[in-house]
């Protein structure tokens, strides 16, 4: 991982899609290697829980059209999607403190 000045462009980051991953974390930019899956096997635990955040995300792509336009009302003027306002609410950090 290295540390950069600021995003390349568009363009640029598209092309090099598989091979590198350019990150913004706190106004500070790196760019990484692609993402790898681990070598060694998953824990039961992340598995179950991996397969749990499936099953959400796959009902959450079948909301109703009403359902997610209501949504997608509730989180205007925020930086947030109706899937981001679920997804924390599904698993208990709607509210944040920070």
Do not use: C
């Not at 039961?44 to 359902?67: M, W, Y």
Request: aromatic share 12%; charged share 15%; glycine share 8%.
């Amino acid at each position: 991982m290295a540390r950069i000045s600021g995003l390349p462009a568009p363009a640029i980051i598209f092309s090099l899609k598989g091979t590198l991953d350019y990150v913004a974390w706190r106004g500070i930019f790196y760019v990484r290697s692609w993402p790898r899956r681990p070598r060694m096997p998953r824990s039961l635990p992340s598995q179950a829980t991996a397969q749990a955040f499936a099953n959400f995300a796959r009902a959450a792509s079948r909301t109703a059209i009403p359902v997610q336009q209501q949504g997608t009302n509730a989180v205007a003027g925020t930086l947030w999607t109706w899937r981001d306002a679920v997804t924390r609410g599904q698993y208990g950090r709607l509210i944040s403190w920070e």
